[in-house]
């Protein structure tokens, strides 16, 4: 009979990449994770690992292993999901992923209802961008991860994931307070962007943006941060393209400016692992984050905001 314990060490690592990661995650030794795999390779028969320079990789044989233990695992959320769902309160522990302005925008009015509503239940809140977050959902180090996808760039839909659309958010152009009296997303072709970091798919979504305006953005200053965004537009140091939950509990201090007719909302969502979307704590922190943004007033934001 094969051991789940060191079948999960094995899946631990097809997601991890190394001994190492794996070690460090579950506050094992690397020599004991290695013991471990060296015994589930003689309960299996076959080589499960073969070495690749100083690192190690999968055989065949392991990945057919690792499918066969993400199925078992799936079962097991299930079945934790049905246990939850019989008892009278939610108590436990929800590790929750949330990228920074679903974090600042989101998060601590989710928090105040779920407490409200389910106080023996602990939440876990870790501020972390999608492209780290998915990965550490399949990992099991967060139990939910709230992701986003903007226009024509579709969000990476790993096997084992299921994902639910939280709502919209719309991009507008942000600018400098002497800019033009009629600024448009053309007008800004001569300031100086902030965008964030080249590769992701907030910087692509935004180059080809200006590109369709007809020009090509002076990107000076490169960040996730949005907060840094926004303080370089209220110097006066850059144009930047924000999402409307920037101005959440309060106004902008910045002008803003629609942008043309096409593609600019980014869209919301939640992720989590599959078979563990129907516990009644991954349910209930996903409706409670939902709740702030199904009830924000329809654009909040048009009084401030210029035509594009």
């Not at 015994?39 to 690992?49: C, S």
């Amino acid at each position: 009979m094969l051991d789940l314990h060191r079948l999960r060490l094995l899946r631990e690592l097809k997601h991890r990449g190394t001994l190492a990661a794996v070690a460090e995650a579950l506050s094992y030794s690397p020599s004991s994770i290695s013991q471990q795999l060296s015994v589930l390779e003689r309960e299996a028969g076959v080589p499960l690992l073969e070495p690749v320079g100083r690192r190690v990789r999968l055989t065949p044989q392991a990945e057919i292993l690792v499918a066969h233990t993400e199925a078992v695992l799936e079962r097991l959320e299930r079945a934790e999901a049905d246990l939850a769902a019989s008892l009278r309160g939610l108590t436990g522990t929800l590790r929750v992923a949330a990228f920074q302005t679903a974090a600042l925008a989101l998060v601590p009015d989710a928090l105040s209802l779920l407490g409200e509503a389910h106080p023996g239940l602990r939440v876990e809140v870790t501020q972390c961008e999608p492209e780290s977050a998915l990965p550490a959902l399949l990992a099991r180090d967060f139990d939910v991860a709230v992701t986003e996808e903007y226009p024509d760039e579709p969000i990476p839909r790993p096997d084992g994931i299921e994902y639910a659309e939280l709502g919209e958010d719309e991009m507008r152009l942000a600018l400098p307070d002497g800019a033009a009296s009629e600024a448009t997303l053309a007008t800004a072709s001569g300031l100086p962007w902030v965008m964030e970091p080249a590769g992701t798919a907030s910087r692509r979504w935004a180059t080809r943006l200006c590109r369709n305006a007809g020009f090509e953005p002076d990107v000076r200053y490169e960040s996730t941060d949005l907060l840094l965004h926004l303080r370089l537009v209220e110097r006066g140091h850059a144009a930047a393209l924000l999402p409307d939950l920037v101005w959440t509990g309060g106004a902008p201090a910045v002008r803003l400016v629609r942008l043309p007719r096409g593609r600019h909302v980014r869209r919301l969502f939640t992720a989590t692992r599959r078979g563990s979307g129907a516990h009644p704590a991954v349910r209930a922190w996903c409706e409670a984050l939902a709740r702030p943004l199904r009830e924000r007033p329809q654009d909040t934001l048009k009084e401030f905001a210029d035509g594009g």
